[in-house]
């Protein structure tokens, strides 16, 4: 398996745009987490599904962002409008099941100027 | 709240020494704990995950255990080697009987030759 899929890599992009984050777990993982890492906050839990459903999305910071998992392989992560604040590293990981090893993407690097 | 909080955040050695992080975590009403590797600029790597009813798990030159009862986790690397250079991360999963990790903000690991 090539393990968990992110992309872009890498988004610059400018206050007020609207940026979307795709992931795509391992096939056959059931539990998938976004996370936002920063160097003030460390990582930090946005949102996490299992079976394709919401189950905590306590950690989303503002009606800014949402998020969606239409099936079990793809996920996206939207920010509307973005600032400058949301920039930061933006990880999405997956789980066979939610009491096993979390397998993490490489991450997409956002910029918000 | 599980607050997870690991020591030191830097540790710098040379070659060849034992080490010890350490990881302690508030809630102790946890399913499993895991420790991971972040590479500068990449994604996390799950390196050990231990499961509530263990005490530890080992791979290779790495072993992890588990103390429940005091909080503490702690990851013993043998043998250092420059390669094992990297953030070192540990999980536990939030409070009230949730599976979903809570991070640390990892010990930063230079080995030097």
């Known amino acids: 398996d090539a393990g968990v899929i992110q992309s872009p890599r890498h988004e610059v992009t400018e206050m007020g745009q609207e940026v979307t984050l795709r992931c795509k777990p391992i096939s056959g993982h059931n539990s998938l987490f976004w996370y936002r890492q920063t160097m003030m906050r460390g990582l930090e839990l946005l949102i996490y599904?299992?079976?394709?459903?919401?189950?905590?999305d306590s950690g989303m910071p503002e009606d800014r962002f949402s998020a969606k998992m239409p099936n079990a392989s793809f996920s996206t992560l939207k920010i509307q409008p973005s600032e400058p604040r949301d920039s930061a590293v933006y990880f999405c990981?997956?789980?066979?099941?939610?009491?096993?090893?979390?397998?993490f993407g490489s991450g997409t690097q956002l910029s918000v100027l | 709240k599980q607050e997870v909080t690991q020591i030191p955040a830097a540790l710098s050695v040379p070659e060849g020494e034992n080490l010890v992080l350490n990881c302690s975590f508030t809630?102790?009403?946890?399913?499993?704990l895991q420790w991971f590797r972040q590479d500068p600029g990449k994604g996390l790597t799950s390196l050990l995950l231990?499961?509530?009813?263990?005490r530890e798990q080992t791979s290779g030159r790495l072993n992890a255990s588990l103390d429940k009862s005091s909080g503490r986790s702690t990851l013993y690397i043998a043998a250092s080697q420059p390669g094992d250079s990297a953030t070192y991360l540990c999980a536990a999963p939030a409070s009230g009987g949730s599976y979903i990790p809570t991070f640390g903000r990892g010990t930063s690991l230079i080995v030097h030759p």
């Open positions: 231990i499961q509530s009813s263990q």
């Open positions: 599904f299992n079976n394709n459903v919401p189950i905590d």
């Open positions: 809630d102790s009403a946890i399913y499993n």
């Open positions: 990981a997956s789980s066979h099941s939610s009491n096993e090893k979390l397998f």
